[in-house]
């Protein structure tokens, strides 16, 4: 909270912070592991977000990340006409473990599927959360306000 409450001091807008809460959320959903890192990092540098709170929403999500990779999978699969697969997070985390050549070479098809998937959810996800944030962060800058008006007790 104390970095949110430090960048509406600063003059950062709410709506500029839901944007990057947002991005934080959508692009941690990104259903290839090693990558949601650098997307924040250029989607960061592209769209001027804030690195540092873009990253922290990224990592906050991180379990739901984790619990939506076999459903964009899924849902890369039936967008392409594919047959579902029975996989699990330990079996992509091992194979990812092999190495990345090993892993692409066995799951390539079916992560750029989920990625495909992932294409179709984040711009909604990034909208949705956007608009549910920034009118809590609009009544933070309005408190923020009326307590500085108030004056130190």
């Known amino acids: 909270m104390r970095p949110l409450v430090q960048q509406l001091r600063q003059g950062t807008s709410p709506d500029k912070l839901g944007w990057t809460i947002g991005s934080g959320v959508a692009l941690g959903l990104f259903p290839i592991f090693g990558t949601r890192g650098w997307l924040c990092f250029f989607a960061g540098i592209a769209f001027k977000l ?40 330990e079996v992509l985390k091992d194979e990812f473990e092999l190495g990345f050549g090993v892993f692409l070479h066995d799951f390539g098809w079916v992560v750029l599927r989920a990625a495909t998937a992932w294409l179709l959810v984040a711009p909604v996800v990034l909208v949705v959360v956007k608009y549910l944030t920034t009118p809590a962060l609009r009544g933070l800058v309005g408190k923020l306000k009326r307590s500085k008006a108030d004056g130190p007790d």
């Open 50 to 89: 804030n690195q540092p709170l873009l990253h922290t929403f990224k990592g906050l999500i991180y379990p739901l990340h984790l619990a939506t990779i076999i459903p964009f999978i899924q849902m890369g699969q039936w967008i392409y006409g594919k047959e579902p697969l029975r996989i699990s997070i």
